[in-house]
């Protein structure tokens, strides 16, 4: 059984950084398909960064430049470092994984939808 558990999230004005971070239980995600994704109550999951099993990072239009995707595999753990955040980064987080996917790319559009997911973590951007 793998267990994913976002931490990290909160309340900062724009402009401000947070660091949130995905912690997996139950399996070795070195080289597993990882992904952040995020959603607002009334729309659609949508992906914010990918990570393919070759470390190779993909990122939404929205984010690319200001959030960066990385893992460190020794802590088995997922990290999203934003930047420079925006109110209409406001969203639940969630931490997706799995162990075989098609590619960063893909995986970020959730073709398929991933299996493993995490519970979420709020941030909240004022301006």
């Known amino acids: 059984q793998v267990n994913l558990v976002e931490s990290g999230g909160g309340s900062v004005q724009a402009g401000g950084s947070l660091k949130l971070s995905c912690a997996a239980s139950?399996?070795?995600?070195?080289?597993?398909?990882m992904a952040w994704f995020r959603q607002v109550p009334g729309q659609a999951r949508e992906g914010v960064a990918s990570?393919?099993?070759?470390?190779?990072?993909v990122y939404s239009e929205a984010v690319k430049g200001r959030f960066t995707i990385s893992r460190d595999k020794a802590k088995n753990t997922l990290y999203l470092q934003m930047s420079n955040l925006k109110s209409e980064d406001t969203g639940m987080y969630y931490c997706?994984?799995?162990?075989?996917?098609?590619?960063?790319?893909?995986?970020?559009?959730?073709?398929?939808?991933?299996?493993?997911w995490g519970p979420g973590t709020q941030v909240t951007i004022s301006s």
């Open positions: 990570l393919g099993s070759d470390d190779k990072a």
């Open positions: 997706a994984a799995e162990d075989l996917c098609w590619g960063p790319t893909t995986f970020l559009q959730q073709k398929p939808e991933p299996e493993h």
């Open positions: 139950g399996a070795v995600i070195g080289q597993w398909c």
